[in-house]
């Protein structure tokens, strides 16, 4: 039997973060083998993970990197805000969302390779050493052929990491600096409108229906007529629009310009024609249902395993 050390299971904690006891049984176990130690650690923290995977994960971070013409947002999540303001967690978000830049989707980030290994066990060791479950939940990408992709992070804990993260793709041949200026406020305005669709085209059948039929209900408990009915569902509907479209939003920032009529406005400026080709928008725990924790029971539970 190797004699275990207190160098090794120093190094070992160092390089694996497992607290000194764990560190010092998986050199035991292993015969002082440093790498086999490593491996040990691993399984045992993948074991962790798995405990972890039913607790709900709706905070985190939102990380934007922009490269000029293109662009990529990711949420990684993790159980509490404390987690979110750890600098080695802010570095690994960090690193995950420079590695989607250069991927197509999720599958394929959580597959890429960072630091000689794929993200998802990069995932699984973080998840070991702080202790807590944690996802990479989504990522969205955008690119123009000519023009800006621009990003805005609201609620900012670091540069270009917080809580709402949102890019905007202009394409446009003209000057790419007022481009961006644009962009940005575009962006910003997205932050707090909160945009579902990017154009009244983009909204999907069952969505119409559905409210169609609410607003004609509504209508119609007012006591009015058919014809008066449907002539209010076609104010309602371009009401509707203005609220969920980016393109039919007012302007956040002046109150009265339509997104759509701001992109025109901008092309004598800009010196050439603007689209606003695509946006995303990730805003953190976004859809997650967050289990309501009673904080007593949880601290009297805590007292009596001690």
Known sequence: MAEITASMVKQLRESTGAGMMDAKNALTENNGDMEAAVDWLRKKGLSKAEKKSSRTAAEGLVAIVTNGKSGVVVEVNSETDFVARNEEFQMFVKAVTEKAAGVADRDALLAADLNGKPVSENLTDKIAKIG???????????????????????????????????????ESAGDKAKLEALGKQIAMHAAAAFPKFLKKEDVDTATLDRERDVLREQAKAEGKPAEIVEKMLEGRMRKFYEEICLLEQIFVMDGETKIAKLLENAAKDVGAPVTLAGYARIQLGEGIEKEEVDFAAEVAATARSA
């Open 132 to 170: 807590e479950h944690m996802t990479i939940r989504r990522m969205a990408k955008l690119a123009v052929n000519d023009g800006v992709v621009v990003g805005y992070m609201h609620n900012a804990v670091a540069p270009n990491l917080g809580k709402i993260g949102v890019l905007v793709a202009l």
